[in-house]
């Protein structure tokens, strides 16, 4: 148990909250939020953890990365953690329900949950609460601490090779007395730390101004009394009451119910919502969680009707607890950018290594100082470095970061931009994420005809009288609120709210206005049916009592001896009728639509044996109408289901064009996964549909061989979905997950990319994922990944621009130096080249426009690198252009043994001229010339200021240079002219190059 006893109650919080706990102005302390995040079961540490050293930073990181498999399964079964097997013949053992306190205490009855917690339905006693508490905890979930800015600095830089590497050149070059190049290295490493931490915040703000974080309340019972206090409050014995539109506080194993139906698609991903009684389940132990009839589960969502019970479970120890856990335990992965990028300093840091060891041996050879050539070759390596890298990198990534904001994606952290670009799979949850999580009228039958409805379309013209009297019926056999929500929504059970919104979209009268209701026999698991009836007020209306029937088809039809057609006659429902109207039902659940039949009878019928009225009902008498006569008149049947949010199918057809393969997760039976898969459009593999109970009969192996091929998983458990994103991984694909409840957290913080809903999102799903989207719109995924594939080829751009640069600038400076030639180049006019290299010409190739045909190219492999063949090809291209050029100047301007300013000035322009060309003609294959205005602009900036260095005077003092003629200007000019043409040439070769290079195939269709 989680014991703090010397943390404050949340009411210390809430001054108010002791004095009155209905008072409407319940305001929370300044400080609140510190103790407070996300939701009322998330609270942060009262005091953060001290800064460990980077050795303790390792230890916890290879910790965290251990044994996820293990476990993750620890979690879900309470078996003792130990590794799965990965063998193709070691299946993975199938999995029960975890042995929780609400598996026990579904089968155990409401007197000897009672007992246990020695508690009553009046409630404990208060003096008891403080006891409790310091023995359970508080109803909340421990969550990490902020971290200090100085942590993030530090694990910034030790996480990252290429930062550890500039970090290492500074000091070097401090220690070698190059003062000026560990100032700018470091000024460089700052400007990066700045800018990531600081996106990082605004992305925690935007986050928090999602969640709401001041904690919600509920309604508890002590000592007879009913109290209204903060949800994280309560202790296991608490009495609890609950009713529609309220969220359940803590597990509860329900004491009494009237019409109770929860919402459990948060934690089970079911769309139909549960019914609830306090019958102790009978079946093997432990049922499953749907099974558990009797329980509540913490954060689930009253539907309709209301319910008192006892807690049972709070915090870690509840279904929500052990969710939550298995989150926590799941380690953080790299993005793609970022092993790349961890790869290149690698590369850098060999390479400047050898330079230093190559340059020393060449000085031994010539007999030189060792400390001489030490010097020199540090120097090298340094200027090797395109320090600017990371920041242009980082730029990059937040210009992309704000792109994005503004397209309805919050973005956590910077490298989750790019790493939507890699995507190859997207695993996405159905309910709440594909579709509407909202059950919608789609068909209307009647016996003799059908009408096809759409409730984002005109309703029809015309209606059949026998489809309006269904419909009517729908209507007025409902318990749904007659008022709408803020939200301008009906409130009730989810079949009634959809029959009582087909009834609005089709524009027809709500007639339970002036509808007396007498009595009413509410739906249970076992007569599979509701029953009212009343007497209609209307004007022209008799006064004979009508009974109204909604229910399943076998159960109304069984009670029905006519049926109802367009004409307002009423023909006897003879065998071939019923046949029709049978083989029409099952036709729509074979589609995946649920389908709710109506049926009506006149007279007051009579009442079933032992059955009460809804007291708590205005206008009901105690008695209920028993349909179960043989004199209904049938009148129809309606099929609803949960329909595909707007816009999914075009996305998915889209993502699957670009290569992206795209797989439907839900917890929903196959048959309607499967119904919805085709309706979104998606390929349906050779492997169809897998279950959960298949995943559990395989082995890790097996998965990891199935899963290419399926591109739908129903009946599936949180355990299951981390299972499929892990052998996603294991093939090496980069994965991201989609999902909007707490049964999608672990595995959304187990994919490469884990993307929550904004507002349907869970606290705990924002929590775990890397990108939220606002809008709740899965097509926003679309230009995210866009953007994320677009950074990656700008990222391409200026990387191949500055190598270039920088091979260019330490190739011209080795050469002369082994040749014991005069430096061409001084320390300033270094210091300019660096400028632009690593400055805004560099940072405007990050801002090309996205290309159209961005999307139709296929995901890059998760260990493919950076530095591509083509990158290295135009970085080697690029570099001996400059060379070539630059040294054509230095040997046509070189006089004498000692080098003039004239002649290191033509030597340092031209460098310049071909530099900027280099700029211009590494943006991206698929923008124009002047597409990229940024790119226009820096480079002709650029281009006057190297002007101003060889003709204003203070500028020629400084950089050592001095006015040129015209003819060597025009000499100039020309070359750089020269040097464009050369690189049109290679870029129209790499535009129609051969099928089997890189995206070749995909450029040309581009062109």
């Known amino acids: 148990m989680n014991q703090r006893p010397e943390t404050p109650p949340a009411s210390t ?28 079961t998330l609270r942060r540490h009262s005091q953060e953890p001290p800064l460990g050293s980077p050795t303790d930073i390792a230890a916890a990181v290879e910790a965290e990365a251990s044994s996820l498999w293990s476990r993750a399964r620890a979690h879900i079964t309470g078996e003792p953690e130990h590794s799965i097997e990965s063998g193709r013949g070691t299946p993975l053992p199938p999995q029960p329900p975890q042995d929780t306190l609400s598996a026990r205490f579904a089968h155990t ?32 979930f421990r969550v990490e601490a902020p971290e200090s800015m100085f942590l993030k600095f530090a694990k910034t830089i030790y996480e990252s090779p290429l930062i550890l590497l500039l970090c290492t050149s500074a000091i070097i070059s401090a220690v070698m007395g190059n003062i000026d190049d560990a100032v700018s290295i470091t000024v460089a490493v700052l400007i990066v730390l700045t800018v990531g931490f600081v996106q990082e915040q605004r992305s925690e703000k935007s986050l928090e101004a999602l969640n709401k974080l001041v904690p919600h309340h509920c309604h508890v019972i002590r000592e007879q009394e009913t109290l209204h206090v903060l949800a994280n409050e309560l202790v296991p014995g608490d009495i609890v009451t609950f009713s529609t539109g309220d969220r359940i506080p803590a597990d509860v194993r329900l004491t009494s119910s009237v019409d109770l139906e929860v919402d459990e698609s948060s934690l089970t991903g079911e769309t139909i919502a549960r019914q609830k009684d306090i019958n102790t389940c009978s079946g093997p132990f432990p049922a499953s969680l749907a099974d ?59 390479i400047s290594f050898g330079i230093i060891g190559v340059i020393c041996l060449i000085g031994v050879l010539q007999k030189r100082s060792w400390l001489e050539m030490f010097t020199i070759g540090v120097s090298l390596a340094v200027a090797a470095i395109p320090e600017g890298l990371p920041i242009v990198t980082t730029v990059t990534l937040a210009l992309g970061v704000q792109r994005m904001a503004h397209r309805k994606a919050i973005v956590k952290k910077l490298h989750s931009v790019e790493a939507l ?25 009647s016996v003799d005809e059908v009408i096809y409805l759409d409730p984002d379309s005109a309703p029809p013209s015309q209606l059949p009288a026998a489809v309006r009297k269904a419909v009517d019926i729908g209507a007025l056999c409902n318990n749904s609120s007659v008022r709408r929500n803020q939200d301008g929504h009906f409130v009730g059970q989810a079949t009634d709210v959809a029959l009582l919104n087909i009834l609005y979209h089709l524009q027809l009268p709500d007639r339970r206005v002036k509808f007396n209701r ?49 004409d307002d006659s009423t023909p006897a429902l003879d065998q071939r009728a019923r046949s029709v109207i049978i083989e029409k039902a099952k036709s729509a659940a074979t589609k995946g639509l649920r389908v709710v039949a109506m049926a009506y009878g006149y007279g007051n019928m009579e009442a079933s044996a032992g059955l009460a009225s809804d007291a708590s009902r205005p206008g009901t008498r105690a008695s209920s109408p028993a349909p179960s006569g043989f004199n209904l008149v049938f009148a129809g049947f309606q099929a609803m289901l949960d329909p595909p949010r707007k816009g999914v199918s075009d996305s998915i057809a889209l993502l699957q064009s670009g290569g992206v393969q795209v797989v439907m997760i839900t917890g929903d039976a196959e048959e309607t996964a499967v119904s919805i ?22 082995s890790k192996a097996q998965l990891q061989e199935r899963v290419g091929t399926v591109s739908v998983f129903a009946r599936t458990t949180p355990r299951h979905k981390m299972a499929i994103v892990d052998a996603f991984q294991a093939r ?26 904004g507002r349907s999102g869970t606290d705990v799903a924002k929590e775990a994922a890397d990108v939220i989207l606002v809008d709740d719109n899965f097509s926003t995924i679309l230009p995210a990944i866009e953007e994320g594939k677009s950074i990656f080829h700008n990222i391409q751009n200026f990387l191949s621009f500055q190598l270039s640069t920088a091979a260019a600038a330490l190739s011209l400076i080795t050469l002369s130096t082994l040749l014991g030639l ?135 003092s400084i950089f050592q240079t001095e006015g040129l003629e015209m003819g060597d200007l025009s000499m100039l000019l020309m070359l750089g002219g020269l040097s464009f043409l050369a690189h049109q040439g290679r870029r129209k070769y790499e535009r129609e190059g051969s099928p089997e290079e890189e995206w070749g195939g995909v450029v040309r269709e581009m062109v």
């Not at 009836?533 to 399943?552: D, L, N, P, T």
Request: glycine share 8%; charged share 20%.
């Open 421 to 445: 670009g890699s995507v190859s799979v997207v695993c996405s949850d159905k309910t709440g994420t594909l579709t509407k999580n909202e059950q919608t009228v789609v068909e209307a039958y």
């Open 292 to 350: 558990r009839t009797c329980i509540a589960y913490m954060g689930t969502l009253v539907r309709m009707g209301r319910g008192t019970g006892v807690v049972v479970a709070t915090g870690t120890n509840t279904e929500f607890g052990v969710v939550f856990t298995m989150m926590q335990d799941v380690e953080e992965k790299r993005s793609p950018l970022q092993r790349s990028m961890d790869e290149l300093a690698q590369k850098l840091s060999f």
């Open 13 to 40: 919080y809430f001054p108010l909250l002791s004095e009155n706990p209905d008072d409407a102005r319940l305001q929370p302390l300044p400080d609140a939020e510190s103790h407070f995040a996300y939701s009322t």
């Open 822 to 956: 005069s430096n061409p180049l001084n320390a300033m006019q270094i210091l300019f080249i660096n400028i632009l290299m690593d400055g805004p010409p560099s940072q405007s190739l990050g801002v090309d426009p996205v290309d159209p045909a961005v999307m139709r190219r296929p995901p890059r492999r998760k260990d493919a690198s950076i530095l591509t063949k083509r990158l290295m090809y135009r970085v080697l291209f690029s570099a001996t252009i400059i060379v070539i050029g630059t040294l054509f100047v230095y040997t046509y301007a070189y006089g004498d043994e000692r080098m003039s300013r004239r002649e290191q000035t033509m030597t340092f322009t031209a460098f310049v001229f071909l530099d900027l060309v280099s700029a211009v003609q590494n943006r991206g294959l698929g923008c124009g010339l002047t597409q990229n205005k940024m790119l226009v602009t820096t480079v002709s900036v650029s281009f006057i200021v190297q002007l101003g260095l060889v003709y204003v005077p203070m500028m020629q």
């Open 677 to 698: 898969a085709q309706k979104l459009g998606l390929r349906m593999g050779a492997g169809g549909c897998l279950t959960g109970t298949a995943i559990d009969q395989m």
């Open 732 to 757: 090496g694909k980069v994965v991201a997950m989609t999902g909007d409840g707490v049964n999608d957290a672990p595995a959304l913080k187990m994919s490469d990319i884990g993307v929550s809903m």
């Open 109 to 140: 009855s409401v007197e000897d949950t009672i007992s246990h917690y020695r508690t009553s339905l009046t409630g404990l006693y208060k003096s008891d609460i403080n006891t409790l508490r310091a023995t359970h905890g508080y109803n909340e």
């Open 518 to 566: 007498l009595t009413e026999k509410p739906f249970n698991s076992e007569h599979k049916y509701m029953a009212v009836s009343g007497v209609h007020q209307e004007a022209g209306s008799s006064e004979r009592e009508m009974c109204y029937i909604k229910g399943s088809i076998d159960a109304v039809l069984e009670r029905c001896r006519f049926y109802y057609v367009n």
